[in-house]
């Protein structure tokens, strides 16, 4: 079966005829961290997919936004998350 | 897998509530938590216009999307970082949204504010590309909403989001974010307007769940910058937690919320100025916004820290 992945997007091969859940657990994917789609549909992990079935697992994090300002450097307690040797 | 309400064939299963819902129920499910957000937090009134952050991304279209169905006077508001085609296709997904349902939407343009695109800050900066970005977003909003008469900015945060910035923030002790922490932040000077989460129940794997099932042409790949962001790792780290333990970043954020920020308002004593330059809000004389502009203007870094942007 066909397993279209994003970010990048591509393809990969794996067998099929067993569970969704079974096919993330190889691919190393969580399942917390993805839509699966087959054709127009949202299937979820317990279902069957065939060998002629093509998935795609949609990655469903966003992020990089709105990290906190750094704090002013007279109240920055801990400048760095690195610690010095004792 | 069943549908926890009518026992149909579900479409998406929910492990932090040991539920599954079908398609229906599942959207019923997903506008019930964004009313409850708003009642709960009293984020808007019914009658009040709303300045809604959309970015083109699956959260802030999907917010849109519920308050536009739910009857709310909104407005759009896209801020164009100029980040490559990323901007240039985010823009288009929002202007398709809004001409689609007819509702108005402003776009502001990051280049024309600070002086350059985001690539450019981050260049001239040599600070992470999230940092300008995210300084110039919050500002930009609160400019925005205050020039057009808008009380209240929603963003699309969700529970991820939430759960990740609280993470960042205990890992370091950031005892000035603790208390800033929360789904609703309301005015506290003339020119700070209201900003609300209503997704802040929601998990991004829902958010992502109601824009595909809606059929909403959202931006799927990722800001380009955003590779090696932080707050990415945070939310792996906090992703693993969960796939171990289903409901790990709900009773972290939630129980933060209802039981730990009480205790970090009562720490938190700000004084507010209005920045010599420009007027905005500022813990100091200028504020970090104008300082970017600055920094930018001259196109050579600058060491130091600033004034900590109160937006």
Request: glycine share 6%.
């Amino acid at each position: 079966m066909k397993v279209v992945l994003r970010n990048p997007r591509r393809e990969v091969e794996v067998p099929g005829n067993r569970r969704v859940k079974d096919v993330l657990r190889e691919l190393n994917i969580l399942p917390e961290t993805v839509l699966v789609i087959r054709g127009d549909d949202l299937i979820t992990a317990d279902q069957q997919v065939s060998d002629g079935d093509t998935i795609e697992l949609r990655p469903v994090m966003s992020g990089g936004s709105e990290p906190r300002p750094p704090r002013p450097a007279h109240l920055r307690l801990y400048p760095t998350s690195r610690h010095p040797l004792p | 897998m069943k549908c926890r309400k009518c026992g149909s064939a579900a479409v998406l299963e929910l492990r932090r509530h040991n539920a599954a819902f079908c398609a229906p129920d599942f959207l019923e499910f997903f506008r019930n938590q964004i009313r409850e957000a708003i009642r709960k937090y009293r984020m808007f009134a019914r009658d009040e216009p709303v300045l809604v952050a959309v970015s083109g991304g699956k959260d802030s279209l999907a917010l849109w999307d519920v308050l536009i169905d739910e009857g709310y006077r909104t407005t759009g508001l896209y801020l164009d970082l100029g980040i490559f085609d990323y901007s240039v296709e985010s823009r288009a997904k929002c202007e398709a949204f809004a001409a689609a349902r007819g509702v108005p939407l402003l776009v502001r343009r990051v280049a024309d504010e600070v002086g350059a695109p985001v690539p450019v800050i981050k260049a001239v900066t040599r600070r992470p590309p999230c940092s300008g970005c995210g300084l110039s977003k919050r500002y930009l909003l609160n400019r925005a909403a205050l020039d057009e008469g808008l009380p209240v900015v929603a963003t699309g945060h969700n529970l991820d989001d939430e759960a990740a910035t609280l993470f960042g923030s205990v890992m370091h002790w950031q005892m000035d974010a603790l208390p800033r922490q929360s789904p609703a932040l309301p005015s506290t000077h003339p020119k700070l307007v209201r900003r609300v989460k209503p997704l802040y129940r929601l998990s991004e794997r829902e958010t992502a769940a109601y824009a595909f099932l809606r059929r909403i042409d959202y931006i799927v790949d990722e800001c380009p910058f955003a590779a090696g962001a932080t707050s990415i790792a945070h939310k792996e780290t906090l992703n693993r937690l969960e796939d171990a333990s289903p409901g790990a970043k709900h009773n972290f954020l939630f129980g933060f919320l209802e039981k730990a920020r009480p205790a970090f308002e009562r720490a938190e004593a700000v004084v507010l100025n209005e920045c010599a330059r420009c007027g905005q809000v500022t813990t100091g004389t200028v504020c970090a916004f104008c300082k970017l502009a600055d920094q930018v203007k001259r196109a050579a870094p600058v060491a130091g820290g600033g004034s900590t942007p109160v937006l």
